[in-house]
């Protein structure tokens, strides 16, 4: 390339970071997300982010928390966390105001909120004149629906008037409060967010679609000067939100636009609206009084997914000729469909800047994770998604999406097995209903076919287990390339059978669970449990440490001796009383002696759909009326075998090693956990007895008190709603009474 083609190419791509911060308000309530996720008292999350490879950083300076309870501005964390990015080389993206209506003191209603937030971000300007970047108000138009629409947030309003007004107060506020930032730091930059979902319709509600479609511009045409009597959306706001007509002019004469558009992105914001309710009957109907319709993400319903952020880039470079950012990328989902979003909204991007659009950031949005967005954060149910960083644990935790990251700020995009299938948005199993042929949702663009080439396979070994087979849905579920080996087609035990395999296969992980699971029977044939519990998973562990294959085995809560009376962590003393115990806790130190970076899952009685255990004997017995027992002095930790392969998949792909305790939490005894399900199930259990373990004649010895916790993460869900999920499946199978 010469020096005039250098000089002339654009810059390259830059990787954003954002931090979730919403302090939204219920009622008399505050929510405050950066409460929630810790941000507030760990300065040194800052450091993390750097490390990253980020250029710039979302970051919040809250009208709410300076000014909280109508007190004196407390600016004390502002001015350590601003520095400590001023050191770090990071640009902040100042946010003033985050999906809020402000302090108790004022409202998204309030004649005079444009002047209140005004007199706040002057200050914020003068305190800090290095800033350069704003997003005074976040999401205005996102915010007014769910604040002034819909009713979800404080003023709690339900009315276009309302909406209406609330939108012009963040738009105003907006343009006036970015005119006194510049009269102080003339060259600062309006980066302007919002939600750019598109809707898609049958013939019937083009129209509403239209509308949709029009109106999801409204807070980017305000600031730019584009609303005037010829626009689409004037009949609508003068008649049916009253707005005056004056009101709207303003902005045509206070023109502000943006210096970069922040298109906010989501797999939930292309919708679909459907008039013909029989095909989705377990969705609620609403309507717009002339038509009733179901409004669905379009990736469940359209019959070819649609062209995704590709055609959303392209309509608002038609629309404003701006630079673009996408201010919000981001999944709730598992760790490789996270990995499958970024790369490929990353990847549009960069094929919008082929095209000639001024692409000039990717953003990944809640770099610690959210908390109960799955509800408007109307509520705290304790409903997390991580995303680079997992907070489950003492300390944040990188996962595969901060790997992936460091990789796209160096400019490429690794070559992850995990990467070769496209998410399930672009899967034929996204579809929860009969698929709609529609015209016109844009062509599938290239970035979103194929993701990579390298298809290499997770080896699972033993297929006729429980937990093989779980793996192996679980795996046909995600889109994870898979193989599913019997003891014939690899030996775990048989040195030659492992490196055939190896070599067959190549690999990029090896799942094990594989293993002798009789307990009792091991105290009589010890021989062959060490074979397959001990001596299996070190050869595992010594042919993928020489090869370079993340390995997954697993151990039991047997390790322990019972006499502590509080949950076992991964780093107390171990000493197994039987047999099986004693192949699980050599297994462990030879795996981890040959391999450290292998992963060891301690875990404890199994339940689950399609499996024999003690849960679903008693449920058989409860139903038909039988006798049964269980013992009532044995307390464990029950799991349920679907969410400890979701979390092992996860861990595999994070990259993590070493020893962890998965489990669904709760100790319980097996008697306890017998009448507990009873009550959930609704079942008699009259014929249940509990009794002493000595009863049960148990031929290998067990600890009284096994129960697992964990020190390094809490990723499980609860027992309850494992339990429940069950409950769930059980009688969808037909098996359960009520």
Known sequence: MSDETQANAPHPLELWGGLECTVNRVDDVYFSQLERNGHHKRADDLQMFAELGITALRYPILWERVHANG???DWTWSDERLALLRDLGITPIAGLLHHGSGPRHTSLLDPEFPDKFVAYATTVANRYPDLVRYTPVNEPLTTARFSALYGFWYPHAHSEPDFWTALRNECKATVLAMSAIRRIRPDAE?????????TYSTQLLAYQAEFNNELRWLSWDLLCGKVDRHHYLWNWLTQCCRADPRELMWFSENVCVPDVMGVNYYVTSERVIDEDLQRHPFRPPGGNGRHAYVDIEAARCLAAPSGGLGTVLDEADARYGLPIAITEAH??????EQMRWLVEIWRSAELARTRGIDVRAVTVWALLGSFDWNCLVTRCNGYY???PFDLRGPAPRATALAHLMRDLARGRIPEHPVLSTPGWWRRPSRLTCEPLHLANTGRLSPESETL???????????????LASAFARACEQRGLNFRLLTRKELDIADIDSVETALACHQPWAMINTAGYVRIDEAERDPERC????????????????????????????????????APYLETDAIAPLSVYGKSKADAESGVLNRYPEALVVRTSSFFGPGSSNDIAAALRAMRDGQPFAAPSDLTITPTYVPDLVSVCLDLLIDQESGIWHLTNGDPVTWADLTLR???????DASKFEPRHSSYLQFTAPRPAYSALASERSSLMPSLASALERYLTHYRSEGVGRQ
Do not use: M, W
């Not at 309006?190 to 598109?198: A, E, M």
């Not at 990579?452 to 429980?466: D, E, M, V």
């Not at 074979?531 to 390995?551: D, K, M, Q, W």
């Not at 399900?677 to 079942?683: D, F, G, I, T």
């Open 71 to 73: 007190a004196e501005p």
């Open 190 to 198: 309006l980066v302007q967010t919002d939600d750019l979902g598109k």
């Open 331 to 336: 999944i709730d989902s598992t760790r490789e």
């Open 385 to 387: 998604e991580p995303g």
């Open 452 to 466: 990579g080439t390298n298809t290499a396979p997770i080896l699972i070994t033993g297929a006729s287990g429980t």
């Open 530 to 565: 060490y074979r397959e519990n001990t001596v299996g998973p070190c050869i595992l562990a010594s042919l993928c440490a020489r090869h370079v294959i993340p390995l997954l085995t697993f151990s039991t809560d047997l390790v322990f001796d019972g006499r502590q009376r």
């Open 677 to 683: 399900v009873a009550e959930l199930a609704r079942l």
